[in-house]
């Protein structure tokens, strides 16, 4: 493709996002937008696909949602806020925060009210790792890429802003224990984790992949019903929450490249190596 049409669909995306930047509290329509680019809706969705990831539906909907959450800051009224974010009653608020959050407004607006949470550091086969756990599981699990502690308990405190956070490792050591000891497979672990539909719907696939089996993304893509959505599942398993007892290590491109672990490459090779040695 030559340059200046690549710029020119820039410029057109951009002009996009403007428009719904500007106009989204009305909701417009998609011939609406692909009017305000001069473009087909056909030839504007296809487009816009390409360029974002996402259909502009989906991204009216994020910039709709982030709008609603500032707003619950001012207001306790729910229609109030589903009206101030252009939308038409408390139903369509409540269908977009369980469609994009897995959640409804209230628990969205609650997060982690009245939730006590346990955290911990402990050495683990792969290094040290940082724990988080409530009553109902495991809601945090990361390894350590650095000596910043403090970094890992201050986003665990942004996701649940209400909780009551603890640190306790006698409390979270015998997770720990179950998750690095056992042979018990992945989905019997117990998880307190949040994300949206999709996301979700992607943890759980992973949870399926046996240890000492590697898969690709469009494995993945196949066993959620939604082969062409290989990018997005790679952002979903890039947003894991809770490192190996959600094995997204044992997910590789299918060139068998072994890459993109956000806790490093190195390790990803190192768990897969150890897997593969201790199947039984």
């Known amino acids: 493709m030559k340059i200046h049409s690549l710029t020119k669909d820039y410029e057109r995306i951009e002009k996009a ?3 719904l930047d500007k106009n989204f509290r009305h909701q417009p329509t998609l011939l609406e937008i692909a009017k305000a680019v001069n473009l087909s809706v056909f030839h504007f969705q296809r487009l816009f696909k390409r360029w974002a990831g996402i259909t502009p539906k989906r991204f009216l909907q994020i ?3 982030e709008h609603a959450k500032k707003v619950m800051a001012f207001t ?6 589903a009206y101030e974010s252009g939308l038409s009653g408390g139903g369509r608020l409540h269908d977009l925060f369980v469609n994009l959050e897995a959640m409804t407004p209230d628990e969205f607006r609650s997060r982690g009210k009245d939730l006590q ?7 683990s086969p792969f290094g040290e790792c940082f724990i988080a756990v409530t ?3 495991i809601c ?3 390894f350590m890429t650095s000596s910043d502690r403090k970094k890992l308990i201050i986003d665990l405190e942004k996701k649940w802003p209400f909780a009551r956070l603890m640190v306790n490792s006698a409390v979270t050591k015998p997770y720990i224990d179950r998750v ?11 998880l307190h984790i949040e994300g949206t539909n999709f996301q979700i719907k992607v943890w759980k696939a992973l949870l399926n992949i046996p240890r000492g089996v590697i898969v690709s993304y469009e494995n993945i893509a196949t066993r959620i019903g939604q082969p062409k959505a290989i990018r997005a599942v790679a952002k979903a398993i890039a947003y894991n929450p809770v490192a190996f007892a959600i094995p997204c290590h044992r997910v590789i491109r299918k060139t068998g490249a072994v890459s993109g672990y956000r806790w490093g490459v190195a390790r990803k090779k190192a768990i897969l190596v150890w897997e593969s040695g201790n199947k039984n």
């Open 76 to 81: 306790s009224s729910l229609l109030n806020i």
């Open 135 to 137: 009553s109902r599981g």
């Open 63 to 65: 910039l709709t949602i």
């Open 140 to 142: 945090r699990l990361d």
């Open 180 to 190: 690095f000891g056992s042979s018990a497979p992945s989905n019997s672990l117990p």
């Open 117 to 123: 949470i346990h955290y911990g550091f402990h050495p």
């Open 17 to 19: 996002i403007l428009f």
